[in-house]
Structures are given as C-alpha cells and as structure tokens.
C-alpha cells in the first residue's frame, strides 16, 4: 500500500514483524483494534526469518552494504510536522542487532557434472540433507542444526490443531502447502515431492556451491533456531487462537547427546528406556524410577527439600544415579547448567516429561518450512481482522506531547504523520540514547550445510535435537537442532558416499543481540510505547509470548488475549446462513430456498407487536 493510501488514525502502530510484535498485532487486531503494522525490512519476521539459501545470500550481502543513513534532509521534513507543546523522538535507521558475520564454503565451487540420471525437480526422496544451525549466547552457548533423521513413523507431521492433523511427511509421502506472505506459491511447489511411482533416482555423487545455489528454493534457513514444547506457550497460543490452521508442524523424532567422543540417543519416554541398548538393567529402573518421580515432584517435599538451594546436579548423585543418567537427565531432559538449583531442575525435567506423548515420543515440534512461518501466521490472522501491513517502510520519529508526556503520533519514512495511542516497537529500532541500560549479551549463531546427519539411522527423514555439554563446569552447553529434507528446510539427495563424520558444505557465524534481560525500565520512552525484545537464548519460545501477552494486557487490560477466530464455515456474511454447495439452480435448491423464505416471514409475522 502508498504511503498517501494510508489512514492517518489507527489504535496501535507496530514497528517490527519478529514474533512477539506479529502475536500483539493479531491479538490487538482481533479484538477489534486498527493496527498498522510496519518494517523496514523487505521481508516478515525480523530476526526470526527463514529465507532460502539464494535469500540468504543477499541478506548476507545487505548485511554487509548496510550504512547508516544520513537522515539530515529527512529531519527537516518531520521537522515541520511537529507543533507547537510536541517533542521528537528519533527512531535508528540502523540494524545493529546482528554483528560478527562471517561465510565460509567448503564445497567445490566446480561447474557441477551431469553424469548421472537427473533428479525430478519434484523430487521429495531425500538421501542426505542437513541444514544445521548452531547457536551460542554469551553466558550460554546454544546450537542447531538440520539433517536427515532415523525413525520415519516416530517423525509423524502433525498440528498443534487437535482437531486438525496433519499428514506426516514420511519417505514417500506427500505434504501440502503453506502459504505465506515472503514466499511464492511457484517457491513452495519447487519443495514437493513426486509420486511414489517414480522410477529410482541415481543419487548425485557429488555437492557443488553451484549445485547448493541451483537448488537454493529447497532451503528454509532459520536465522534463530528453537522447538516447540508440545505444551508450552506457543503451542498452547496457536491452539487456543486456531492460528495453527496456517501451518503444519513435524515431530522431532530424537534427542541427542555427545558423549566420550560419540553422538548417542537419549532414552526420555518409557519405550526408549526399556529399548536403550546404552543401559544397564540397573539403569533402566534407576531412571525410570526417578523420572516417576519427577513427574509429581511436588507431593513428595521431603525427598528434595534438603537441596533446595543446592545445586541439581547435588541431588542427582544423591539420588546414587550413575554418571551415564546424571549426564542424560541434566544436559539432554532438564536441559540446565550445573549450577541450576535443585527446585528449578525438577521443574525443568518434570515439563519435559508432561510434554511426552501428545504429538510423538519426544516433547517437541518443528514448524515445517522453518521458524520464520510462525511470526507469518500471526501476521495473517491480523490481516483477516482488518490489520494493514507495509514492508520497506518504517518510522522516523515519535511525536510526543510535552504534557502528557505519551506518544500520540508517528511520522514515518514518506513524511506522513499518522496519530496512535499506542506504539509498539522492536528493540532494533531503538537508538543507544534512549537506552537506560546497554547492558545485553550476544547469541553466537552457525549455520551450517552438511552432506550427512551427525548420526545416520534407518531412516533419514527425522529431526534431531543435539546437545553438546560445556567441555568447562562454567562453561555453557552448545545446542544443535538438525534438520531432514521433508521439514521443507534443505534439499534431498546430497551424498551417498558412506563417511563417518559428515562433512561441512557451507557454514555461516554471526552474533544476535539477546536483550531479553532488559524491560521498560531500560529505556527512556513515554509510557505507550512498548518495546519488544528479540529472540532469547531459550530452547522454546515461551519468553516471547508471555512478553507479547504482557504488553497487549497493558495495551487493553479488559480484552481476551488472542480469544479463537472463528472457522471460516462458521461465518455468516450479511446475515446469511450456511450457503448450498453448487451454483443453486436446481429445482431441489430452489424449492428449499422458497420454504425456508416462508418459514422466515411467518416467525417474521409472530414476532411481530
């Protein structure tokens, strides 16, 4: 939409399409609020975009060109537009959440051969693909990764939706589409696969740069990488919204762990602990028995009451579990550091265990075509309740008025000033000086294009979740989160050369700022204005959603966050009822038509005075 197409008056303006921004969109816009919802990117979802891998190299190439804009001939345009009793408040023009970016390619950068047979372009069989993406944070190093996986029917693609699922994408199994506002229906198509019927495929012996680029529309690089906890905020939002009905989501059908130098599953759900070949028979009960435990952790006080403000690891060698368990249960169930109290640990293992069983045996799932579809879906609802969006445009400054102190306007990039009551803002947008604390640590990410997964099975289509425990006690863990072909992430049918490590192709690093730590108090902003941080450190992304709640209940105290869209059969348009399938020109639909009109004026006629 123009700049001059645009109202001048809306409730809330947004600035920013990451999740939490894109959750307050929808949640405002359903309640009836108009939300004007801006970016100056050209592209949804911020820092928690997937782009393809051609998509990728340009943002790596924006990266790199990005300067500082001189804004001096813009100030003296919203200069004038500010009155007499208004200050100014200047938003940056710079992005300057992503520093440290660096690219290396380890594939050959050869004119690939076409020697062998030629893979259909819909080709859905995959051989060997991993994406995988690696994450650290200051304090707590994190990493993810993409890759085939091991067990195809533990890999079942189901929606948070429980009255909607999904069809898995198994080896020769089909998935449907999603739509989604940065990405092409043509793009989406590329990704599918081809029928069962087709004759074996020769798989290519060889990955190429120029292969990687050529089949760049069959990537969904992940700029953050997270699960979803099958009960936890996210999931429980897309189901009570029905905002899950835009997307498909696959299970993650293992959780890894690396351990005396070799990569190994991790028994978590009662059939993986009594099919493990790692443990004892004594370990098995061991662990089951604490796990039992765990799960109602709460009416048993006195078994842990004596830690409480110990360390979890404490508790654990008290509980006389050996080292193979306590490594399992603290770095790949709980999921914390060794100096996690005892109370917090429990709590940690006691969710992973809740979230077992209700959509695969393990407590995760991955959105199919990558994270940056699920900011996207908000945006949608948003737009099917009346929200207006603009990418390539954002805002120059706030106009405040001195007395009140509070935001009543925005001016954005065109010139044009637009009155709101409340702003909402992503912490990009914030300049340094209105910043009461700097203090933030830095996510170091990797991303990483592999020819194999880090531990082949059977099966190559699941994803995996890899912890890697700190080398130090103080140090941090490293999580991995790899990813197989039929997640829409990377491409199928890289490598059929047997390895026992898999080798790199492509891999890029960089640094996201965390400022999750920081709140209102941080910044010096009128009081509706309401920032919004970018992604956290967490596995999950239940920080984000509780934030997006937190701002919208301060934006509307009285309203329901995010109450249900109404299914669209279940609309009525013009006071219609439920429409004829048909173009209704029979006679059966007609004659239909003309007793429901009449039994319509005789009630009209009863309730008549």
């Known amino acids: 939409m123009a700049a001059e197409d645009l109202p001048s008056q809306f409730d809330v303006v947004i600035l920013g399409t990451g999740l939490t921004e894109s959750v307050i969109a929808a949640a405002c816009s359903r309640v009836g609020q108009s939300v004007l919802h801006l970016d100056r990117r050209n592209y949804y979802a911020g820092n928690w975009a997937s782009f393809t891998f051609n998509g990728l190299l340009s943002w790596i190439e924006q990266y790199k060109n990005q300067q500082e804009v001189q804004i001096t001939e813009l100030e003296q345009v919203w200069r004038s537009l500010i009155d007499e009793g208004e200050d100014a408040v200047p938003l940056s023009a710079l992005d300057s959440s992503i520093s440290n970016l660096e690219v290396f390619c380890y594939a050959s950068e050869e004119e690939e051969k076409e020697e062998e047979m030629k893979t259909p372009l819909s080709s859905f069989q995959p051989v060997n693909a991993e994406t995988v993406s690696e994450e650290a944070n200051g304090d707590s190093t994190e990493a993810h990764d993409t890759v085939t996986g091991d067990d195809t029917t533990a890999s079942d693609a189901k929606t948070p939706n429980e009255e909607h699922e999904v069809s898995e994408p198994k080896e020769d199994q089909h998935t449907s589409d999603i739509s989604e506002p940065s990405q092409s229906q043509e793009e989406k198509e590329s990704q599918l696969s081809s029928s069962p019927a087709d004759p074996p495929v020769e798989v290519q012996k060889k990955i ?4 990687l680029v050529k089949e760049g529309r069959r990537f969904n690089i992940d700029l953050v990488s997270k699960l979803m906890y099958s009960r936890g905020a996210l999931v429980d939002l897309l189901i009570k919204s029905n ?19 070799k990569v190994e599953q991790v028994p978590c759900s009662r059939a993986d602990v009594f099919a493990s070949k790692q443990l004892t028979v004594v370990e098995k009960r061991m ?16 078994e842990y009451q004596d830690y409480t403000e110990k360390p979890f690891r404490e508790f654990l060698k008290n509980k006389k579990l050996t080292e193979n368990l306590q490594h399992f249960i603290l770095h790949s169930i709980a999921m914390v550091t060794q100096h996690t109290l005892t109370e917090e640990g429990l709590k940690a293992t006691q969710h992973f265990l809740r979230c077992l069983g209700r959509y695969g045996n393990t407590p995760f799932l991955f959105p199919l075509y990558g994270l940056g579809e699920i900011p996207q879906c908000f945006c949608r609802m948003c737009a099917v309740f009346g929200g207006i969006y603009c990418l390539r445009h954002s805002v120059e400054c706030l106009v405040v ?9 925005v001016i954005d990039t065109r010139g044009q000033r637009i009155s709101c009551s409340h702003f909402v803002v992503e912490d ?11 203090a933030y640590r830095q996510i170091s990410r990797a991303v990483l294009i592999t020819d194999r997964s880090v531990l082949p099975s059977e099966s190559d289509q699941q994803i995996s979740m890899v912890t890697i425990p700190p080398l130090e006690s103080s140090a941090p863990a490293v999580r991995m989160v790899e990813l197989c072909s039929s997640s829409m992430t990377c491409m199928p049918g890289t490598c059929a050369e047997e390895r026992s490590k898999p080798a790199v192709l492509w891999v890029m690093y960089f640094n996201m700022r965390d400022t999750s730590a920081l709140d209102s108090s ?8 309401h920032v919004c941080t970018g992604p956290d450190d967490s596995l999950c992304s239940d920080y984000s959603i509780k934030l997006a709640e937190s701002v919208f209940h301060h934006i509307l105290p009285d309203e329901e966050f995010c109450p249900p869209a109404p299914n669209p ?3 009525i348009y013009d006071g219609d009822g439920p429409q004829a399938e048909g173009p209704g020109f029979d006679e059966s639909t007609n004659t239909e038509a003309d007793k429901s009109l009449a039994e319509e004026e005789g009630a009209t006629h009863e309730k008549s005075p």
């Open 401 to 409: 008025d001195k007395v009140s102190n509070k935001v009543k306007a």
């Open 522 to 529: 941080s910044y010096s902003l009128p009081s509706n204005v």
């Open 287 to 302: 662990l089951m028995k604490f796990l039992t435990f765990c799960l109602d952790f709460e009416q048993h006080p006195e």
């Open 569 to 571: 059969e279940d609309i």
């Open 208 to 211: 190429t740069y120029q292969k």
């Open 243 to 261: 905002v899950s009905r835009y997307a498909e989501f696959k299970n993650i059908g293992r959780i890894l762990t690396y351990r005396n130098g």
């Open 428 to 438: 990009s947008y914030i300049r340094d000086e209105q910043r009461q604390s700097t």
